[in-house]
């Protein structure tokens, strides 16, 4: 399959670099494939004609949504948007990469996919909006994910080790639970389903769950690294976007289509620090 990836220079992108090594890969950097311009979309997608589009890219600092909403709107809205049409127009399938934060977070079993969703953030909401331009385009694939790291790229597991590398102090929340879920995983379990051809919308996540105290804590424990860490509430650490307490996804739906790739989340750490480079 030839494959064209948006978001070349974020962790997912990486990932699926890293393992998609038997497709023709296509990652465009951000000055070609910049999402804000539909003029460039077009460009880039009729130059191509992919078979498949897997869209990584989008305005993913959920904090600086709220204060920058028109910017993630057309990132992770509009732009899915244009993407739909050009990958209807060259019949390519669609990969769009969504979120656990679509939900309230107010669930007290894993959601399932047709749960109502109620985003609180700007981030959420214009995900979701992204998820419905996405299906827009008759060959579509919605996946939702949470809590996304590996290796490399910018996330919670770097943050945490670069802050215990530095001796600093590390309080963190113990009232938000969700599923820590590697890049190489979701991208082992997205190649299958673009080669199967799976349409829809699929949770895909990490098996487990934790917060993200329970999170860091197995880091330290992982990487035998001895922190000074302690619990806090979501109330002692206020943010300017709300996060749902609870967003733990079911992949029921998904483990029915095809082969189950998403390992439980203390596996793919200990894959992750064992193995920091997956090839
Ligand atoms: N990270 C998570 O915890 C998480 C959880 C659930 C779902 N997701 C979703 O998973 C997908 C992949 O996320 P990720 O963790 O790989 O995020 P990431 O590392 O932040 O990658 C996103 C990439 O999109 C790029 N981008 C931003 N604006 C762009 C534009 N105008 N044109 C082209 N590219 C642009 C970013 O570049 P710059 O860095 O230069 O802006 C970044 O490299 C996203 O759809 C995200 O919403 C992520």
Avoid at 176 to 188: D, I
Wanted: with cysteine; net charge negative; charged share 25%.
């Amino acid at each position: 399959m030839r494959v064209l990836v948006t978001g070349a220079s974020g962790q997912l992108a990486h990932a699926i670099r890293l393992v998609w090594t038997d497709h023709e890969l296509i990652l465009p950097e951000e000055s070609v494939l910049d999402l804000s311009k539909e003029e460039a979309i077009h460009s880039v997608v009729s130059s191509v004609r992919p078979d498949v589009v897997v869209n990584c890219g989008a305005f993913t600092q959920v904090d600086r949504c709220e204060s920058e909403p028109e910017l993630a709107q057309k990132i992770n809205a509009t732009a899915v948007g244009w993407l739909a049409e050009a990958c209807e127009a060259q019949k390519s399938m669609l990969i769009q990469i969504s979120t656990d934060y679509v939900f309230d977070g107010t669930g007290t079993r894993p959601y399932r996919e047709d749960d109502p969703t109620n985003p609180v953030s700007v981030y959420g909401r214009t995900k979701l909006e992204g998820e419905r331009q996405a299906a827009r385009c008759t060959r579509h694939l919605i996946a939702r994910t949470s809590w996304l790291y590996d290796a490399w790229g910018k996330n919670f597991l770097n943050t945490m080790l670069n802050a215990a590398a530095q001796g600093r102090a590390l309080r963190v929340v113990d009232d938000q639970r969700g599923a820590p879920t590697t890049c190489r995983a979701l991208a082992r379990q997205l190649k299958v389903a673009a080669e199967q051809g799976w349409q829809g919308l699929v949770h895909t996540t990490c098996a487990g769950e934790t917060t993200w105290h329970g999170f860091a804590k197995a880091i330290f424990e992982g990487k035998g690294i001895t922190a000074d860490l302690r619990p806090c509430t979501t109330a002692d650490y206020p943010t300017p976007a709300r996060r749902p307490a609870y967003s733990v996804l079911d992949g029921a739906h998904r483990r029915a289509l095809g082969p189950d790739l998403m390992p439980d989340w203390r596996d793919a750490l200990q894959d992750v620090i064992d193995h920091p480079d997956p090839v």
